[in-house]
């Protein structure tokens, strides 16, 4: 059974940074295909970030990039997004999600199989 546990979330000033983790069991990680999307209140679900099994490929919304990092640790079954230069508009549950169908690094959130349950950012002004 495919576990995705994130952590890292919490409240922090505009300009600020955090970083959170996914930690993630149940299948080998080490050939998943990863991703973070997040939510917004009354907003559907947006995709923010994507990384390829081995870390060389990776995929960020147009609107993130330079401000925003995925990576990932496979020894320690553990998926990272940095998050830098925090807006009041970065405030949403962030979801870490895998997926073992496909190598593509995938901005479709329909390709991934396994979600976690969530962890909020809230970015004050």
């Known amino acids: 059974q495919v576990q995705l546990v994130e952590s890292g979330g919490g409240l922090v000033q505009a300009g600020g940074s955090l970083r959170l983790s996914c930690a993630a069991s149940?299948?080998?990680?080490?050939?998943?295909?990863m991703g973070w999307f997040r939510q917004a209140p009354g907003k559907g679900r947006e995709f923010v970030a994507a990384?390829?099994?081995?870390?060389?490929?990776?995929s960020y919304a147009d609107a993130l990039k330079g401000r925003f990092t995925i990576s990932r640790d496979n020894a320690k079954n553990a998926l990272y997004l940095q998050m830098n230069d925090l807006k009041p508009e970065d405030t949403a549950v962030y979801y870490c999600?895998?997926?073992?169908?496909?190598?593509?690094?995938?901005?479709?959130?329909?390709?991934?199989?396994?979600w976690g349950q969530g962890t909020q950012v809230t970015v004050s002004s």
């Open positions: 990384i390829s099994w081995s870390g060389g490929r990776t």
């Open positions: 149940g299948r080998t990680f080490s050939v998943a295909t």
């Open positions: 999600a895998a997926t073992w169908r496909t190598t593509y690094v995938s901005t479709n959130s329909g390709t991934y199989d396994y």
